[in-house]
């Protein structure tokens, strides 16, 4: 079991950063998925970021440029970089992980692939 929990959302104006915490506790493997998910009510749950135990990142097209995933394994939390915000970016900010890893790295956008979830943590932007 992996137990996951976010920080540092919060509201900002368009333009400004803010970075998201993901504090992992419990059992993990060896080989191992942590992504970063968003969902709008009435929308489905959004791939954002996600590394792997190699340290390999990928991004959703919509944050390319302006997100960073990274990872201190030495404090077991994994962290998003948001930069130049858009009210677009406006959700609910998910924390997710899959470990052992069970499937390919294309897959790992998709919100089925991942056996943990953090509760979220807001994140709006206004224009």
């Known amino acids: 079991q992996v137990q996951l929990v976010e920080s540092g959302g919060g509201s900002v104006q368009a333009g400004g950063s803010l970075r998201l915490s993901c504090a992992a506790s419990?059992?993990?493997?060896?080989?191992?998925?942590m992504g970063w998910f968003r969902q709008v009510p009435g929308k489905e749950r959004e791939g954002v970021a996600f590394t792997d135990s190699d340290s390999r990142t990928s991004y959703a097209d919509s944050v390319k440029g302006r997100f960073t995933i990274s990872t201190d394994n030495a404090k077991n939390t994994l962290y998003l970089q948001m930069n130049s915000l858009k009210p677009e970016d406006t959700a609910m900010y998910y924390c997710a992980a899959d470990s052992p890893a069970r499937f390919s790295p294309e897959f790992y956008l998709r919100s089925w692939a991942y056996q943990y979830w953090g509760q979220g943590t807001q994140v709006t932007v206004s224009s």
């Open positions: 419990g059992h993990t493997y060896s080989t191992y998925y």
